[in-house]
């Protein structure tokens, strides 16, 4: 019966020296990754940050493929007005008329 009693000490020896392990491996892999997850966090900001740029490139690309005069392709980005401006008005070659 004593030997079982051993055994079963080793075994929740071993559990607590496991434990301690994965808890010194934990700190030490969030240490290390804190640089790296600052990076890609940076990344995603930029990435996120040029969306908008992109899609205006896009619009334009698309805007002199299909032959769409600039004062329609701009009236796209005006948040679903129609219209434009006043102060937009003058540089088109086409009126777009204001609701």
């Not at 619009?59 to 329609?72: H, N, S, V």
């Amino acid at each position: 019966m004593g030997s079982l009693a051993e055994v079963g000490n080793d075994v929740m020896n071993l559990a607590e020296l496991q434990a301690k392990l994965v808890a010194l491996d934990a700190r030490e892999a969030a240490s290390r990754a804190t640089l790296p997850v600052t990076a890609v966090g940076l990344g995603l900001v930029i990435a996120a940050a040029s969306v908008p740029v992109a899609l205006l490139g896009l619009a334009d690309i698309l805007a002199r493929t299909l032959q769409i005069l600039p004062g329609w392709a701009d009236a796209a980005d005006r948040r679903g007005r129609p219209g434009l401006r006043r102060a937009d008005r003058g540089r088109f070659h086409r009126q777009i008329p204001m609701p």
